[in-house]
């Protein structure tokens, strides 16, 4: 099974400021799909971006933006302009684009939460 | 549509009592999952399904079984309910593999004393 390793249980932002998570994946495949998806306090899970990995170009989406790194397996997310409605719970996923090779699944991290200072 | 919808959202147990979590979705998607989240560890997968009639084990399914007999419902059953047991149960659905992403339900926090 692959491995989604999120380093940093908790990160705070000054709100405005710019903040990274961070998120390393373990596969020996070249084609999957990766995500990262965002749980306030509601514990609704939202979808924040995703990325393609055999797009070399990052994925952005308004204020959220990812620094795709295919060598070294890395997946930061960077939220720009941080607000206080960013608060919550961050979670990094994995899947691969072959059913057979674990792509009926999505592989979640254990989740980074953020915090936003006013 | 409401998307992803859980039944019910909260639910305290006795051990060895036993229940079943519904979930429905609206969107005519294939593939429909049951996580539970717990602090520290992040979703694990308990069982999906990638059609009406079919099911499969995820990462954690002992103590836990399902079914899918119509394409919008996925049951999860706890036969009999264990403290270890006690976690937020999540579903989600996806419309098929590749790009596409899973939309969750509310989930149902589960209690078993």
């Known amino acids: 099974a692959q491995t989604v390793t999120q380093s940093q249980p908790e990160m705070s932002v000054q709100e405005a400021e710019t903040v990274t998570l961070s998120c390393t994946y373990d596969t020996s495949e070249s084609d999957y799909y990766l995500f990262w998806y965002k749980q306030p306090p509601s514990r609704q899970m939202i979808l924040v971006i995703r990325q393609e990995a055999y797009k070399q170009q990052n994925a952005t989406e308004n204020r959220f933006s990812v620094n795709f790194q295919k060598a070294a397996k890395s997946f930061s997310l960077k939220i720009s302009d941080s607000q206080l409605g960013d608060a919550a719970m961050y979670f990094c996923a994995y899947r691969s684009a072959w059913p057979d090779h674990g792509g009926n699944q999505f592989y979640f991290g254990t989740g980074t939460s953020l915090t936003v200072i006013p | 549509n409401a998307g992803v919808t859980q039944t019910p959202k909260f639910r305290v147990l006795k051990t060895g009592q036993s229940m079943t979590l519904l979930c429905a979705q609206d969107?005519?998607?294939?593939?429909m999952y049951w996580y539970r989240q717990d602090p520290g560890m992040g979703l694990r997968l308990i069982h999906y399904?990638?059609?009406?009639?079919?099911?499969a084990k995820g990462e954690v399914p002992d103590g836990y079984n399902v079914s899918r007999l119509k394409k919008q419902n996925f049951l999860l059953g706890l036969e009999s309910a264990a403290p270890s047991q006690t976690s937020v149960y999540f579903c989600?659905?996806?419309?098929?593999?590749?790009?596409?992403?899973?939309?969750f339900g509310p989930g149902t926090r589960l209690t078993v004393t």
């Open positions: 399904s990638v059609g009406e009639g079919t099911t």
């Open positions: 969107m005519n998607h294939e593939y």
């Open positions: 989600a659905s996806s419309l098929g593999t590749q790009s596409y992403e899973q939309y």
